[in-house]
């Protein structure tokens, strides 16, 4: 994926397990079908909203 913090999550297993965790909630709470690539995806491109271990290397603005 191309995004600053994808390399960063891909090797920090609990993040990697978080979001998971979070993805099998999502389809059994919603019954929204959406593939593991696309919640990835709006994880990262709401990584600052997360907490400190997921927004980690990221400046956030505060305008």
């Known amino acids: 994926m ?7 999550w891909s090797q920090n297993d609990i993040i990697k397990k978080n979001i998971a965790i979070s ?3 999502w389809l059994e709470d919603t ?3 959406i593939t593991l690539a696309e919640f990835v995806e709006q ?4 990584a600052e909203y997360l907490g400190e271990m997921f927004s980690s290397g990221i400046e956030l603005d505060n305008g």
Do not use: R
Request: proline residues 12%; charged residues 10%.
């Open 31 to 33: 019954g929204i079908p």
């Open 43 to 46: 994880y990262l491109a709401h």
């Open 23 to 25: 993805f099998d909630y």
């Open 2 to 8: 191309d995004h600053s913090l994808a390399p960063i």
